[in-house]
């Protein structure tokens, strides 16, 4: 499995530039002052504390980064926790499950070589998420093709597996990923087959299993994420590769916005 961020929300150019004439520097924090002078706000902090304050606030939502981000980011927590007080707004929103202002704030992935099997798993996760996901029946998987074939997942416990039986007629004894990639290579001859008796690609892709891996582009925002990973944690209950998902998730995730790791800490 690999993992990666594509991209994020992000302040548009004209309106970073629009904050206080300029002055953005020390509205997000970024000045020599009395506090926080080594604090940095994330453009996911300013759109975030734009939609929460929209709900409360008489100023518009253009204004609210230029005419509350000082207070807000320039501030230690009021409520005496990390951070300064855009922190403790934060909490204070997702404690009352006003998430929906969270839904903002979007993150794209490439997600490489996870199962089919997950793929189904993750695909459950409608509200919050857009998927583009490689098409067995565009991509052509024979053992002759571009591709040189499926790859596929072998699931954890069928690699931990110590056990051993004589799974194939007067040979040695095996073990389970031993079965499991002959089966693999049984199916992928089949696959062939089927494709010299002339039957397309997306005929032919009915006897891959779900172990075979796949490709796809992953967007979702904040809230939807959260959920996702309160759901799909270690820990949980979820299955071993789509918890190993969660985790590389949210490692990017907290990477480029560190205020969300909390969050993520405190599902449960």
């Avoid at 504390?49 to 929209?54: D, E, F, N």
Wanted: with cysteine.
């Amino acid at each position: 499995m690999n993992v990666k961020l594509l991209a994020h929300t992000q302040l548009s150019d004209k309106f970073y530039r629009s904050l206080d004439h300029g002055n953005y520097d020390a509205i997000l924090g970024r000045c020599d002052g009395n506090h926080f002078d080594d604090y940095e706000a994330t453009d996911g902090q300013a759109v975030a504390l734009s939609s929460i304050r929209t709900c409360y606030s008489a100023n518009k939502p253009s204004e609210i980064v230029a005419k509350e981000g000082a207070k807000y980011f320039g501030n230690s927590a009021s409520d005496g926790g990390l951070g300064t007080d855009a922190d403790r707004l934060f909490r204070q929103i997702v404690a009352s499950k006003h998430t929906s202002t969270l839904e903002h704030l979007t993150f794209t992935f490439a997600i490489e070589g996870v199962s089919r099997a997950l793929l189904a798993q993750l695909t459950r996760h409608r509200a919050g998420f857009s998927f583009s996901v490689q098409s067995q029946r565009y991509v052509r998987l024979g053992s002759d093709d571009r591709s040189g074939g499926f790859d596929y997942v072998v699931p954890e416990k069928v690699k931990s597996c110590s056990k051993k039986l004589s799974y194939f007629a007067d040979e040695d004894l095996c073990t389970a990923e031993d079965a499991f990639k002959v089966a693999m290579q049984e199916i992928q001859r089949m696959y062939d087959e089927l494709r010299k008796f002339g039957i397309p690609a997306e005929d032919a892709r009915a006897v891959l299993p779900q172990a075979a891996s796949t490709n796809l582009v992953m967007t979702v925002n904040l809230r939807a994420l959260l959920d996702f990973y309160a759901k799909r944690r270690k820990g949980n209950g979820a299955q071993a590769e789509i918890a190993d998902l969660a985790e590389a998730l949210r490692r990017a995730v907290t990477e480029v916005e560190p205020w969300t790791a909390q969050f993520f800490e405190g599902v449960s």
